[in-house]
């Protein structure tokens, strides 16, 4: 049987992301996403639980990241789980689990008459993989 690793995040950016470029101009952006629940106990008070999660994008979504993307921005991030290994300076073996993104869409409603807030694949091609649940219609539909 075949395995699935899939995860699907909607949060807020905890920093601006960090954007590089490697060898061959591949952009990698890796940022701090949080991501808040909230429930009551038995009591009825309101409890929130904040979880942290790295978010790792890569090419064309990085690039998405660099110029939309800031501290407090709300996302929705579809992609997979992935865990690296090194050896730090003294020998110590350290681990850290990020989400590798392939899909992102920007929640947060517009600020300036740029760009739209819109879905994104790992393409980085605007609107793959659907319309834009969120946001107003378009105003040049032709029927």
């Known amino acids: ?3 699935v690793n899939r995860v699907m995040l909607i949060g807020n950016l905890g920093k601006d992301p960090d954007v590089q470029f490697l060898e061959g101009n591949i952009a990698v952006a890796k940022f701090p996403l ?3 629940e909230t429930f009551k106990d038995r009591t009825g008070k309101l409890i929130s639980q904040t979880e942290w999660h790295t978010v790792v994008l890569w090419r064309g979504l990085a690039e998405l990241a660099q110029k939309y993307l800031h501290k407090g921005s709300l996302v929705y991030i579809e992609g997979r789980l992935r865990t690296r290994s090194w050896e730090d ?3 110590n073996r350290k ?3 990020e989400v590798v993104g ?3 869409i920007m929640l947060d409603k517009r600020t300036d008459g740029g760009g739209s807030p819109g879905m994104h694949n790992d393409s980085g091609i605007e609107g793959a993989g659907g319309a834009d649940p ?3 219609p378009p105003q040049d539909l032709s029927f």
């Open 102 to 104: 392939d899909n992102l």
């Open 1 to 3: 049987m075949r395995g």
């Open 34 to 36: 949080a991501t808040t």
């Open 89 to 91: 300076k003294e020998g």
């Open 134 to 136: 969120i946001g107003e």
């Open 95 to 97: 681990f850290a689990t």
